[in-house]
């Protein structure tokens, strides 16, 4: 025979659903800062060198933005070559 033993349910009062949304919006805003805290550490700006570093981090900048574009156009001109083939 089994036996019938009542399940208790927690009782949840209006008291405890607003204790717990309290928490939960704490936890929220804990995490809200955590994570405008990391983003600035990504994204902040480089510090900036004077004298000859500066000049050549200049250099290295436009010398790697000229590599992205040439390299850009290169593909793109391959690119275009396989859908634009010349009929003979």
């Known amino acids: ?3 019938n033993t009542p399940n208790k349910t927690p009782i949840i009062t209006l008291e405890v659903i607003a ?5 939960k919006l704490e ?5 809200k800062k955590e ?8 994204f902040a700006p480089v510090e900036q060198k004077g004298g000859v570093e500066g ?3 200049h250099i290295n900048t ?3 933005v ?7 156009i290169k593909i793109i001109q391959r690119i275009r070559g ?3 083939k010349k009929k003979k």
């Not at 994570?35 to 990504?42: F, G, P, S």
């Open 1 to 3: 025979m089994k036996e």
């Open 19 to 23: 204790q717990r949304k309290a928490e």
């Open 27 to 31: 936890e929220v805003q804990q995490a």
């Open 35 to 42: 994570m405008v805290q990391t983003i600035h550490e990504l």
């Open 55 to 57: 000049i050549m981090q």
């Open 62 to 64: 436009g010398i790697a």
């Open 66 to 72: 000229y590599d992205g574009v040439r390299t850009g």
């Open 82 to 84: 396989y859908f634009l």
